[in-house]
């Protein structure tokens, strides 16, 4: 009997200590780890570990970008963009830093053919892709900084197969997280 006594005051306790602990996280963290996933990360080490400051900054996204006008694309203009990445990967093979230019370039009238904010601001139109598209903006990021970047044909290799993600969830419309297996750049092909 008394042991069991012990055990029910131990539960017991440790449910009033998991209920304060709970309650004095921010309301968003779990929601905001699942939408966001590696951009809730990278959110928080650019915060340098502040996961309040971290979501507050995703929580301002959702507000700002949340209720965009996705827009879908006619077939069109499906293939359209189809046709202007298959050119770009062939190219890689003569040009990485043209095929970069191009990826970039692509992916930037795409977002806007979407809907996604224009311009001459990365960070808003990525931003706007995060809250969307969280599981691969960074390729798009990649995809960016390896054009402007002193990078091996390796890394922008790497970048524009991960650029892919993005393009094929823009193309297809898809949710953010889909698996897709279009990874048309093999190891070793364009490399110097």
Same mark, same amino acid.
């Given at each position: ?20 602990? *709970? ?6 963290? @779990?929601? =905001?780890?699942?939408?966001? +996933?590696?951009?809730?990360? &990278? /959110?928080?080490?650019?915060?340098? +570990?502040? !996961? ?5 900054? =995703? +929580?301002?996204?959702?507000? @700002?970008?949340? %209720?965009?006008?996705?827009?879908? #694309?006619?077939?069109?203009? &499906?293939?359209?963009?189809?046709? @202007? ?5 062939? *190219? ?13 370039? *692509?992916?930037?009238? =795409?977002?806007?053919?979407? +809907? ?12 706007? *892709?995060?809250?969307? %598209? ?6 798009? @990021?990649?995809? %960016?900084? /390896? ?5 091996? !044909?390796?890394?922008? &290799? ?11 969830? =823009? #193309? ?10 279009? &990874? %048309? ?8």
């Amino acid at each position: 009997m008394t042991t069991a006594i012990i055990i029910i005051a131990v539960v017991v306790v440790a449910a009033i200590a998991a209920f304060f602990l *709970l309650r004095g996280r921010p309301a968003g963290g @779990r929601s =905001l780890r699942g939408r966001f +996933g590696p951009e809730y990360d &990278r /959110a928080v080490a650019r915060h340098d +570990g502040d !996961t309040a400051a971290a979501e507050q900054e =995703l +929580g301002d996204r959702v507000k @700002r970008h949340g %209720h965009l006008d996705v827009r879908p #694309l006619t077939e069109e203009a &499906r293939a359209r963009y189809a046709a @202007r990445w298959a050119s770009a990967q062939e *190219l890689f093979v003569e040009s990485p830093e043209r095929a970069l230019t191009e990826a970039d370039a *692509l992916l930037a009238d =795409l977002t806007r053919e979407r +809907g996604f904010p224009g311009g001459e601001d990365f960070e808003d139109r990525t931003d706007a *892709l995060s809250v969307h %598209h969280a599981a691969h903006v960074d390729g798009y @990021r990649r995809v %960016h900084a /390896a054009r402007h970047g002193n990078v091996s !044909t390796e890394e922008m &290799r790497e970048a524009l197969i991960e650029g892919r993600g993005l393009f094929d969830d =823009l #193309l297809a419309g898809a949710p953010s997280g889909r698996e897709h297996g279009n &990874r %048309h750049l093999v190891k070793g092909r364009g490399t110097s």
